[in-house]
């Protein structure tokens, strides 16, 4: 994806304009083929909207996005529909995205038959297979979405989205609906999924104790931005960027924390209706300094293919770095 941008609202009502929300304010990354990618932020952060504009299913208001080399801006509504079974999504609350009047079998069945080219008899095969695949029995096929517990419904979520044999599933929050104990359930489904079916998933989560395990890569969001992109072990061993170890603080056992002292973050996330100028972490940020108020960081390559945006990641990584005992 390059240079995303997803505004909402800002249109003329009778007599006032509605807010401008810069919900995703000049992204540009890319997902490897095959990677669990999570993106992170506190609700607000653009992620969901991120997430969308990378699987299609909102249009960016300026913008790229290249899938497999071919720019989804540029496709016909024909073609986009063909691609939309290898783009899916699993939302966050599986009580309220399966439709109640329809039977499991009838929520799992309906993107085969979009798809198109099955029988009856294919579409009922199928369903079997994948309500197997998911850890679902096929007798249950024939009832309804209210007769299954949150953890069953997400499974159920989790079987809609395998029915179109997506590349690319998209995670919106996938388990912080969920009991906390059914949570690690359906992270594993997922991470299981992925390396039988060879899928690609891009997480989105709120905190980062849910992705620690199941993500490969982490992008860290603050308000519309990117602040910081690495790999989890880099990212978990030694957060680069002020949010990033400010997000760390409010997980007690990480064991970053221990090792870096941080504080957690203070004040709430600043109106992305009307957000700061310069980096727009500077109203939080315990490093800020004049500069950070007049000029916005670019998202810099460091080693070892991860990038931040910070004016001065470099002092504060070498100001973290003082040898002190290990607090535990
Ligand atoms: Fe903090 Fe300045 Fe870095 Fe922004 S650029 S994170 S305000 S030190
Ligand atoms: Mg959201």
Redesign the pocket.
Known sequence: ASGLVKHFGGKRMLLKRSPLVRAVNGISMSVKEGETLAVVGESGCGKSTLGRLLIRLLEPSAGDVIYRGRNLGNLTPDELRRLRGELQIIFQDPFASLNPRMSVSDIVSEPIWLKGGSSRGERRDKVVEILRTVGLRPDMASRYPHEFSGGQRQRIGVARALASDPRLILGDEPVSALDVSIQAQIVNLLEELKERLKLTLIIVAHDLAVIRHMSDRVAVMYLGEV?ELATTDTLYDAPL???TQALFAAIPQASAVARHSIKPLDGDVPSPTNPPS?????TR?????P???EAR?QLEAVEGGRRV?????RE?AAAGSDPRPIAR
Do not use: D, R
């Open positions: 602040v960027h002020p949010y310069g980096c727009k972490f500077h940020c315990p490093h800020a300094k500069l950070c108020n960081p945006a910070c004016h001065f990641w504060i």
